[in-house]
């Protein structure tokens, strides 16, 4: 059986690491696939700034970069930033996928024109540098956000009955006014709406989590991995350093709770 590592950008309870493995369900994989999800040893408290960028960065890189030791064939990140997706490439020749560019690039596979319903604002620049990196600006419709909290450990159980009919509405919007025809949920953490959403919405809508696995099971099946002429090998790899730096910041973010 092959394992595919799936690193959660927060750290997190058992509990709310299985909200996360819900993303699973209704998805085929057979018994020659299996997903473990892994949450970071520590990281930001949300995605709501550059400062939050760089620290998700660091500490998906540590999560997932000694996968390929440990037996995984593949790594995708639980993050639509797409943090650390980069990195991991440079030092794992296995496949290493994002949901963020992956939903886009996806997108225009069914429609010519994109949005993103999202939670917030602050998580636009996140979608700014996904979209800046793959020069498709012209191809998002929008990106509209009902400005609702996100709630990154317990997503939105307890909250549907507000959640859902704000996500509705924006992207009934973002459909009929910006002329969008296939939206992209703004993050994996929104991924209880997908089932809602899809069955009142006449466009595809793109649920970037599951995505991302059915990639990778893709990927593997292909015999495809990323370039290494793209991401190429660290000259003086410090993965020693980077795992010192995340333990030390976990006994730190222990101590202070």
Known sequence: MQKVLVVVPFAMSHDNLQLR???LQGLQFGDALQFEYRAVKAGPVNYASHHDFVLADA????AGCRAQAEGFCAVCVDTMSDSGVAALRSVLDIPVFGPGRAA???ALMLGDRFSIITMASRWKPLYKK???ELGLHHKCASVRAIEVAPDNQGLLGGKEDLVFPLLEAA???AIEVDGAEVLILGST???QAHAYLQQRLPVPIINPGPLS???AQSMLALGLSHSRIAYPRPMHPRLDMLEAMMVAAQANV???A
Do not use: K, N, P
């Open 104 to 106: 886009m690039l996806c």
């Open 213 to 215: 696995y059915q990639i």
């Open 130 to 132: 996904a979209l800046d």
């Open 189 to 191: 953490t929104m991924h």
């Open 59 to 62: 500490s998906i890189f540590e």
């Open 21 to 23: 493995q819900q993303q």
């Open 171 to 173: 992207a009934r919007l």
């Open 254 to 256: 222990q101590g202070r």
